[in-house]
Nanobody, 125 residues
Framework: VQLVESGGGLVQTGGSLTLSCTIS????????IGWFRQPPGQVREGISC?????????YYAESVKGRFTVSSDSTRNTVYLRMDRLTPEDTAVYYC??????????????????WGRGTQVTVSS
């Protein structure tokens, strides 16, 4: 399974970006797709989970709830992360990953087996 993120870049505070994660090389209809980020010098944190690429349940970390929206297009094997009202605290490398859906803790990195290489998001003040 291969994942490729795109859509990162430089944006001003209050701006928006939409990240894409295109998945190939296997079957993953029953897998969760997670979005994670790693700010400079910090640990990787889970920010969103889609329990299935086919209209799955959506989960968000408190830090992004109400600002970020996950969606998918199963015909394109692509998952999106729409990010609104960005702040400098959102600056990080953003990753998508495929793994096992665990309802109790859906955004724990340990449940995810396949990762993309990440895309940089920088929010200027």
């Amino acid at each position: 399974v291969q994942l490729v993120e795109s859509g990162g870049g430089l944006v001003q505070t209050g701006g928006s970006l939409t990240l894409s994660c295109t998945i190939s090389g296997g079957t993953f209809d029953d897998n969760a797709i997670g979005w994670f980020r790693q700010p400079p010098g910090q640990v990787r944190e889970g920010i969103s989970c889609l329990s299935s690429i086919r209209d799955g349940e959506k989960y968000y970390a408190e830090s992004v709830k109400g600002r970020f929206t996950v969606s998918s297009d199963s015909t394109r094997n692509t998952v999106y992360l729409r990010m609104d009202r960005l702040t400098p605290e959102d600056t990080a490398v953003y990753y998508c990953a495929v793994g096992t859906f665990i309802k109790a803790t859906p955004m724990q990195p340990m449940w995810y087996d396949h990762w993309g290489r990440g895309t940089q998001v920088t929010v200027s003040s």
